[in-house]
């Protein structure tokens, strides 16, 4: 059999989720919550089923919760998106973003991601045929770096995927950012695809700058978002896509046959729970509580902290640690991490194409405050 991705192996989250697993180490690793969603939510979820919703719902979505997405994004970011044509609900933002790229981009097209990126982009790219030219964000800061990114762009360039709030940095693109970016797109017929799954996460007063707010790059944008993140829900899957009607339409194309539609109870409960804003406005101080909590507690330690502006990550370099593994690399650090110490975390260089190894680690806070405290004290041995 001749591998479609001969490079590609065991994502890094499931390899650190099953080694925190079989170790008992706390899993700071793979970002999910450690503790349970709003039981209203499972409630409206049964309500659905209870009352009869449970046969395929229409293929874009439950018009319901379409209607529920575009009010709230129309609220925040000040775009209405038509619910009939222009907004999708998927299995989760990693159907979307593989749905958009195989939708978009014909073999031979050049994609630009931005590294370090979350790992399904260059794998979705390279199934479509596509051609991937990687830009580094800058390194230390991992801000975007227009010049090389004006730079990387050529006449076969036809999307570039943006993540914002970033994983695994924490950063969170600026209105500037967006703005240099419309400037070096504005003349090309370039598509962007906007990752946002962590929107509703964002730090110390910033506000979250979709590319829905920027006319000029809404107009070429498709945006994915996802539940999972914003309801504390992952293993739900359910995610949507914003897109002008012409681009939608591809995607939908795709999608269709792709999954054809995302289960129906599920898109009920969500939509009678969207109807609140309550949740996904609060979300952001709930976080920035778990994210000081545990900046503080890192700060007694010898890990170095990086800045967290938004995303449930937090990222640290370990090279002045007091034990002699601070001089292994990334992956093996991580590793004795989980097995020798009781806490697992995720490589940094599994973000980057060439393994690039920078003594930085990824820990997920997204857990509760006694987890947490848990992984502190195992930390601040070291
Ligand atoms: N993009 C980014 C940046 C993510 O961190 C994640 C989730 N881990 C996804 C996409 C996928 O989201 P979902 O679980 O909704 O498929
Ligand atoms: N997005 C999550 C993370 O970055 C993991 C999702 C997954 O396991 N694919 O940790």
């Not at 991992?142 to 990387?152: C, G, H, N, S, V």
Request: contains cysteine; glycine residues 8%; charged residues 20%.
């Amino acid at each position: 059999l001749t591998s479609r991705l001969p490079h590609v192996g065991t994502t890094i989250f499931t390899v650190m989720s099953t080694l925190a697993q079989e170790t008992g180490a706390v899993n700071l690793g793979q970002g999910f919550p450690d503790f349970d969603c709003d039981p209203r939510l499972p409630q409206a979820v049964t309500a659905a089923m209870q009352a009869g919703h449970n046969q395929y719902p229409p293929m874009a979505g439950v018009p319901a919760l379409r209607e529920g997405i575009a009010r709230k994004v129309e609220a925040l970011y000040g775009r209405r998106y038509d619910p009939g044509t222009e907004i999708t609900v998927t299995a989760g933002a990693t159907q979307a973003i593989l749905t958009a790229i195989l939708a978009l981009v014909h073999p031979g097209d050049e994609v630009i991601v931005l590294e370090p990126c979350y790992d399904s982009y260059v794998p979705n790219i390279e199934l479509a045929g596509g051609t991937v030219v990687r830009v580094p964000l800058v390194p230390g800061t991992f801000r975007p770096d227009f010049d090389r990114l004006a730079a990387a762009l050529s006449p076969r360039t036809r999307a570039i995927l943006i993540n914002t709030p970033h994983n695994p940095s924490g950063t969170v693109w600026g209105a500037g950012d967006l703005q240099r970016l419309y400037d070096l797109v504005a003349s090309t017929d370039v598509w962007l695809i906007g990752d946002e799954v962590y929107e509703h996460m964002v730090y110390d007063g910033q506000t979250h700058q979709s590319l829905a707010t920027h006319p000029g790059l809404a107009a070429r944008a498709l945006i994915v978002s996802s539940f999972g993140k914003t309801y504390h829900v992952t293993g739900w899957k359910v995610g949507y896509v914003l897109a002008p009607a012409a681009m939608m339409a591809e995607f939908r194309k795709v999608h269709q046959f792709n999954v054809f539609t995302v289960n129906t109870p599920m898109q009920h409960g969500l939509a009678a729970y969207l109807a609140d804003p309550a949740p996904y406005l609060g979300l952001s101080a709930f976080y920035q509580a778990k994210r000081d909590r545990f900046r503080a507690g890192l700060a007694r330690t010898r890990f170095r902290l990086l800045p967290c502006e938004g995303t449930y990550f937090q990222c640290v370099d370990y090279s002045a640690l007091a034990v002699p593994e601070r001089d292994l690399p990334e992956a093996a650090f991580c590793e004795w991490l989980t097995r020798e110490v009781g806490v697992a975390a995720i490589p940094l260089s599994a973000f980057y194409g060439d393994g690039f190894d920078q003594r930085v680690v990824r820990f997920c806070f997204a857990k509760r405050d006694a987890t947490l405290d848990t992984a502190l004290e195992r930390l601040a041995r070291l």
